[in-house]
């Protein structure tokens, strides 16, 4: 059973950066995809990103392409979303999740709680 936190959510000026991390536990992450997904007050949770077991394959939702990215250390088992240029859209729990595979999906099996990031000034 893998087992997923969350951490480096906060709360941060418009413009400016955090970096969140997912610390896997209980197996090997190495053959599992890892996604970011978020989720707003009254809206529905999106994908933001996605980043394969090799990290040959990372993937974006457009509103975040060229603000945020991720990368993953396989020895440490934890996967990092770079955030910079945040904005008050933005503002959502991030939680990351896991599937054995090279892609994410929406009905990941393993989920963290989630960690609160909110922009504003």
């Known amino acids: 059973q893998l087992q997923l936190v969350e951490s480096g959510g906060g709360l941060v000026q418009p413009g400016g950066s955090l970096r969140l991390s997912c610390a896997a536990s209980g197996n090997n992450a190495d053959y599992y995809a890892i996604g970011w997904f978020r989720q707003a007050p009254g809206k529905e949770r999106e994908g933001v990103a996605c980043i394969s077991p090799g990290s040959s394959r990372i993937n974006y939702t457009d509103s975040v392409k060229g603000r945020f990215t991720v990368s993953r250390d396989n020895a440490k088992n934890t996967v990092y979303l770079e955030m910079n240029g945040l904005e008050p859209e933005d503002t959502a729990v991030y939680y990351c999740?896991?599937?054995?595979?090279?892609?994410?999906?929406?009905?990941?099996?393993?989920w963290g709680q989630g960690t609160q990031v909110t922009v504003s000034s």
């Open positions: 999740a896991a599937r054995v595979g090279d892609y994410c999906r929406a009905g990941m099996p393993y």
